[in-house]
């Protein structure tokens, strides 16, 4: 997206990581992991109930932004962290409740959702006890969250009626087509 922080960009008139603050903040405190621009961050969103967390582990991908963000979770005392990527600023609460029951049969696993049988690793609920397996892991120079994710064995959540939902913004015409 030109190098810009696709968080920021809006939809329906408020940057996508407001939209995903007010979602998450029904289930925990809400953190954002930014690996640069965290000021632009600060400055933009100075009046949201947000933790800004720095990704430690630079141009290691989403990866290390999920690490840093159970570090984060973990010294808040939960158990876990739901994720979502900033550029998806269409998940809903019909996401959030199916995942949320999901999870409450096992919390001390990783719940991850598939749209049309693809694995969306970085949409689900990640237990803070496997964050030191993770920053393990980035030590030795895994990035590709899909294998990683599926090394530990996630229950899948088939979310294929709500694709809709994980429609996420990697171009400027990717932005463009979503419903204003």
Known sequence: MGGGDKGLLNY?????VVHLQRLLIRVGPVAL????G?????QALASVDLSFVHDRWPDRGPLAGLAAGLAWARGQGCAGAFVAPCD??????RWLQRLRSHVEDAPERVHICTVEGRLQPLHGWYPVALEPALTEA?????????????????MVLDCTDLAAQFANVNTPADHTRLAP
């Open 33 to 36: 992991v930014t690996q640069q």
């Open 38 to 42: 965290q000021h632009a961050y600060q």
């Open 12 to 16: 329906r008139n408020e940057p996508f």
């Open 88 to 93: 998806s600023p269409c998940l809903g609460e």
């Open 138 to 154: 980035l030590a030795k120079g895994e990035r590709r969250a899909g294998v990683w994710v599926e090394s530990q064995k996630p």
